[in-house]
């Protein structure tokens, strides 16, 4: 139980740069010795390596990399992670900043492999901060918005990272954008107070920072003796150096300078406990030479050297050749994934072509087949047709009539079966046949975009594409563009063949017969729909029908008054859709009994009715 509270704690803890010390370092290493799963004592040195980064930073080395390595040996990637995480950031702590920021971006790069979203948000912190000591705040400010979209992202803004990211992102905007600072510090404030979380006392002083800057000397003393409260009960030597170096420069302003000494020596004092070197030590020596420029310049020259040698050390040439070594192999990492990304999604491209040429070959085949069955259909019906005039002439006179009535009636079938698989047929290859033209127009128009694209492109590798062989390259599109353009050429040529089928489908046998009107109606009505609907993507209409159950049987030619009913109601949709456009558009001019913004739906209605 007291391994899985510690893991908890540890989730609760590590994940960014300040949290209270929840249990001491000896209840760590005690259960830490009795710990018997290895990925608990992982997270039991994280966390003791963690609680030593403000006190004794080569303790915490030692443990992140007892962590680092017990996690390799058994193969938790996890804990791995974390471990090189708080290596990092005890690194940056004691002045290392090329090596803290290797590991941060080792651990960014695995983190996003493996998808681990926490780890991610920990290691984009760390390197922000660490550009953030190196004064890039464009760059820091980039990793702090990219943690805190992916914090929005996973829902955790309701805890400790979400809340102190806030507060990194207002930090870049100190030097040049006080308004965005004070923004983005109170935007923080509000999510502690929000969560119940314990306020950081660094947010306190950064508060009172923004109203020293603005002259508002009430108010930044008051932020600033809040800050003191809320590090009462913390260890943390950082923000102890921050607040009291930030007190000695208040005191300073207001002409107080014996109690701005006193704070100015806490304030190094508390960046000396840190580790030899880091930047505060820099900050506090800085301001120390100030103060006694005037009244003692040994002191003053003392104080000089001491944040002169602290700043050599930290931010001296080879620190900073190896930190723009270690910044361009990242960026290199970077390109080289976004150059994988494009030639993946170029392959997609490749793939969903072959797929629409495979699908047009597919239909080429099944529309051949179906040709040739008609064809065969075709002569056999000749054939019999033959064979039966043929035994017609045989018969004797006195049956010749009945003979020639039945052949016809027979032939009137056929025929009339004949239309209705024609038209079966071109429904179902209308639709698909209409795709492969309309992507084949579309396939010649990409085609042009391309090649105007390669035509503006650079020839040299400079953001622009290297073409080594450019008349090979448009000799390629060339033939593309020409492919593309015989399959429209004959796929339009397929489609009017369809047009012709239907055409010879809906031919009229001349023959009246008694016929449904109520459902020959409601046919012609659907196909109307639909028939709009396959030429028309956004048409859309309601349609309902009345028809009157007594309607007796008429006799009628169905295929003439089918002709008619299709051009009706094919007006009536084609008119309530345009007075639909015309109100979306607000060109229609409404009558005095409807509202100008009423919602006017589409609708045709149909109904039969039996009168005198």
Same mark, same amino acid.
């Given at each position: 139980?007291?391994?899985?509270?510690?893991?908890?704690?540890?989730?609760?803890?590590?994940?960014?740069?300040?949290?209270?010390?929840?249990?001491?370092?000896?209840?760590?290493?005690?259960?830490?010795?009795? &710990?018997?799963?290895?990925?608990?004592?992982?997270?039991?040195? #994280?966390?003791?390596?963690?609680?030593?980064?403000?006190?004794?930073?080569?303790?915490?080395?030692?443990?992140?990399?007892?962590?680092?390595?017990?996690?390799?040996?058994?193969?938790?990637?996890?804990?791995?992670?974390?471990?090189?995480?708080?290596?990092?950031?005890?690194?940056?702590?004691?002045?290392?900043?090329?090596? &803290?920021?290797?590991?941060?971006?080792?651990?960014?790069?695995?983190?996003?492999?493996?998808?681990?979203?926490? @780890?991610?948000?920990?290691?984009?912190?760390?390197?922000?901060?660490?550009?953030?000591?190196?004064?890039?705040?464009?760059?820091?400010?980039?990793?702090?918005?990219?943690?805190?979209?992916?914090? @929005?992202?996973?829902?955790?803004?309701?805890? #400790?990272?979400?809340?102190?990211?806030?507060?990194?992102?207002?930090?870049?905007?100190?030097?040049?954008?006080?308004?965005?600072?004070?923004?983005?510090?109170?935007?923080?404030?509000?999510?502690?107070?929000?969560?119940?979380?314990?306020?950081?006392?660094?947010?306190?002083?950064?508060?009172?920072?923004?109203?020293?800057?603005?002259?508002?000397?009430?108010?930044?003393?008051?932020?600033?003796?809040?800050?003191?409260?809320?590090?009462?009960?913390?260890?943390?030597?950082?923000?102890?150096?921050?607040?009291?170096?930030?007190?000695?420069?208040?005191?300073?302003?207001?002409?107080?300078?014996?109690?701005?000494?006193?704070?100015?020596?806490?304030?190094?004092?508390?960046?000396?406990?840190?580790?030899?070197?880091?930047?505060?030590?820099?900050?506090?020596?800085?301001?120390?030479?100030?103060?006694?420029?005037?009244?003692?310049?040994?002191?003053?020259?003392?104080?000089?050297?001491?944040?002169?040698?602290?700043?050599?050390?930290?931010?001296?040439?080879?620190?900073? @050749?190896?930190?723009?070594?270690?910044?361009?192999?990242?960026? @290199?990492?970077?390109?080289?994934?976004?150059?994988?990304?494009?030639?993946?999604?170029?392959?997609?491209?490749?793939?969903?072509?072959?797929?629409?040429?495979?699908?047009?070959?597919?239909?080429?085949?099944?529309?051949?087949?179906?040709?040739?069955?008609?064809?065969? &259909?075709?002569?056999?019906?000749?054939?019999?047709?033959?064979?039966?005039?043929?035994?017609?002439?045989?018969?004797?006179?006195?049956?010749?009539?009945?003979?020639?009535?039945?052949?016809?009636?027979?032939?009137?079938?056929?025929?009339?079966?004949?239309?209705?698989?024609?038209?079966?047929?071109?429904?179902?290859?209308?639709?698909?046949?209409?795709?492969?033209?309309?992507?084949?127009?579309?396939?010649?128009?990409?085609?042009?975009?391309?090649?105007?694209?390669?035509?503006?492109?650079?020839?040299?590798?400079?953001?622009?594409?290297?073409?080594?062989?450019?008349?090979?390259?448009?000799?390629?599109?060339?033939?593309?563009?020409?492919?593309?353009?015989?399959?429209?050429?004959?796929?339009?040529?397929?489609?009017?063949?369809?047009?012709?089928?239907?055409?010879?489908?809906? &031919?009229?046998?001349?023959?009246?017969?008694?016929?449904?009107?109520?459902?020959?109606?409601?046919?012609?009505?659907?196909?109307?729909?639909?028939?709009?609907?396959?030429?028309?993507?956004?048409?859309?209409?309601?349609?309902?029908?009345?028809?009157?159950?007594?309607?007796?049987?008429?006799? #009628?030619?169905?295929?003439?008054?089918?002709?008619?009913?299709?051009?009706?109601?094919?007006?009536?949709?084609?008119? #309530?859709?345009?007075?639909?456009?015309?109100?979306?558009?607000?060109?229609?001019?409404?009558?005095?009994?409807?509202?100008?913004?009423?919602?006017?739906?589409?609708?045709?209605?149909?109904?039969?009715?039996?009168?005198?």
């Amino acid at each position: 139980m007291k391994i899985l509270i510690l893991i908890f704690l540890f989730t609760l803890t590590c994940s960014f740069d300040f949290a209270q010390s929840l249990l001491d370092i000896d209840s760590l290493k005690h259960e830490l010795a009795i &710990a018997k799963q290895d990925t608990s004592r992982v997270q039991l040195l #994280v966390l003791i390596s963690y609680n030593y980064r403000t006190g004794n930073v080569d303790s915490s080395l030692y443990y992140g990399q007892k962590a680092m390595d017990l996690a390799s040996k058994i193969d938790f990637l996890n804990g791995k992670i974390q471990a090189m995480n708080r290596i990092a950031l005890s690194y940056r702590i004691s002045g290392n900043l090329s090596k &803290a920021l290797e590991l941060s971006f080792r651990s960014l790069q695995i983190a996003e492999n493996h998808l681990f979203e926490e @780890e991610v948000i920990e290691a984009l912190t760390n390197i922000g901060s660490l550009y953030s000591e190196l004064g890039d705040y464009s760059k820091a400010l980039n990793y702090f918005k990219k943690a805190e979209s992916i914090i @929005e992202k996973t829902n955790r803004t309701a805890n #400790v990272g979400y809340c102190f990211n806030l507060m990194n992102i207002g930090n870049q905007f100190v030097t040049n954008h006080l308004d965005s600072a004070e923004y983005y510090f109170q935007k923080s404030l509000q999510a502690y107070q929000k969560n119940k979380i314990r306020v950081h006392p660094g947010l306190y002083e950064k508060l009172g920072n923004v109203q020293f800057k603005i002259g508002n000397m009430p108010l930044a003393l008051s932020y600033y003796e809040k800050s003191i409260q809320a590090l009462n009960k913390t260890n943390n030597h950082h923000y102890s150096s921050d607040i009291f170096l930030a007190l000695s420069k208040y005191y300073y302003k207001v002409n107080q300078p014996d109690s701005c000494l006193y704070y100015a020596q806490k304030a190094l004092d508390e960046a000396q406990l840190i580790s030899s070197k880091n930047k505060r030590i820099i900050w506090a020596a800085t301001h120390l030479s100030n103060i006694y420029e005037k009244t003692n310049t040994d002191e003053a020259f003392r104080y000089y050297k001491i944040a002169v040698e602290t700043k050599d050390s930290i931010y001296g040439s080879s620190s900073l @050749e190896a930190i723009q070594t270690i910044v361009l192999q990242e960026e @290199e990492r970077k390109k080289e994934i976004e150059d994988n990304h494009i030639k993946y999604q170029n392959q997609l491209k490749q793939y969903g072509l072959l797929a629409g040429l495979a699908f047009f070959l597919i239909i080429s085949i099944i529309f051949y087949r179906n040709n040739q069955n008609e064809k065969k &259909a075709k002569q056999i019906l000749q054939e019999k047709n033959e064979e039966i005039n043929q035994k017609s002439k045989l018969l004797e006179n006195s049956l010749e009539t009945l003979k020639s009535t039945q052949a016809q009636l027979i032939q009137s079938e056929k025929l009339a079966s004949l239309g209705e698989l024609t038209a079966g047929i071109a429904h179902e290859i209308q639709n698909p046949l209409n795709f492969v033209n309309n992507f084949s127009e579309l396939s010649v128009d990409l085609v042009k975009d391309l090649k105007e694209e390669i035509e503006k492109s650079p020839l040299t590798p400079k953001g622009g594409i290297i073409i080594e062989d450019k008349a090979y390259f448009d000799e390629l599109f060339d033939d593309l563009s020409q492919n593309q353009e015989k399959i429209n050429h004959h796929g339009k040529r397929a489609s009017s063949i369809v047009k012709g089928m239907l055409e010879h489908s809906r &031919a009229s046998t001349g023959v009246r017969e008694l016929t449904d009107i109520n459902k020959l109606a409601d046919e012609y009505l659907r196909l109307s729909y639909h028939g709009l609907r396959a030429k028309d993507n956004s048409f859309n209409a309601d349609f309902s029908t009345d028809f009157d159950e007594n309607l007796p049987k008429i006799e #009628v030619i169905p295929q003439d008054i089918g002709r008619v009913l299709l051009n009706l109601i094919n007006n009536a949709f084609y008119a #309530v859709n345009e007075r639909a456009h015309q109100i979306r558009s607000g060109n229609f001019q409404s009558s005095p009994n409807v509202a100008a913004s009423e919602t006017y739906t589409p609708s045709v209605f149909v109904s039969t009715e039996q009168i005198d």
